[in-house]
């Protein structure tokens, strides 16, 4: 039988991600320029490629309209093993932002802060 776990917190720290050292943080290609775009990036200690996306340097999948306004929700960061990371300006933002393990682990966000993390796991009865 499964069920969801799931714990409040707003510590930061306590995230999965694996870009959290790039939050509010703007990246600059080596051409000296913020980042904007897709690239595709190895995190250290994994097999595949990540496909981040930037907007300013800041970390930001999304799709806007001249005025800002946002047009289509899309991951800042997908990695090669299946997880997705929705971030806004810079920050995970969104219920949820992260999602990881094929949807069995996710991460709520607002204004850059954690709000909750659930978790499905397998319970088995004890014999």
Same mark, same amino acid.
């Given at each position: 039988?499964?069920?969801i ?10 995230? /999965?991600?694996r870009? +959290? &050292?790039?939050?509010?943080?703007p990246?600059?290609?080596? *051409?000296?320029? %913020? %980042?904007?775009?897709?690239?595709k =990036?190895?995190?250290?200690n994994?097999e595949? *490629?990540?496909? /981040? +996306?930037?907007?300013?340097?800041l970390l930001d ?8 306004? %946002? %047009? ?6 997908? =990695? ?5 990371? =929705?971030? +806004? ?5 969104g219920?949820p ?10 991460? *709520?966000w &607002?204004?850059?802060?954690?709000q909750?993390? +659930?978790?499905?796991v #397998?319970?088995?009865?004890? #014999?």
């Open positions: 039988m499964n069920t776990k799931s714990i409040r917190t707003n510590n930061n720290e306590d995230s /999965c991600s870009a +959290r &050292q790039f939050i509010g943080v990246v600059i290609g080596k *051409d000296g320029k %913020l %980042l904007n775009g897709e690239i =990036y190895r995190f250290e994994e595949e *490629d990540t496909i /981040c +996306r930037f907007r300013d340097g999948g999304n799709i806007y309209d001249e005025s800002g306004n %946002l %047009l289509e929700k899309r991951p800042a960061l997908e =990695y090669g093993f299946g997880g997705t990371e =929705y971030w +806004r300006n810079g920050v995970p933002d219920f932002a992260i999602v990881q393990n094929f949807g069995y682990y996710e991460e *709520d &607002q204004n850059g802060k954690i909750e993390i +659930r978790n499905e #397998e319970v088995e009865p004890v #014999e």
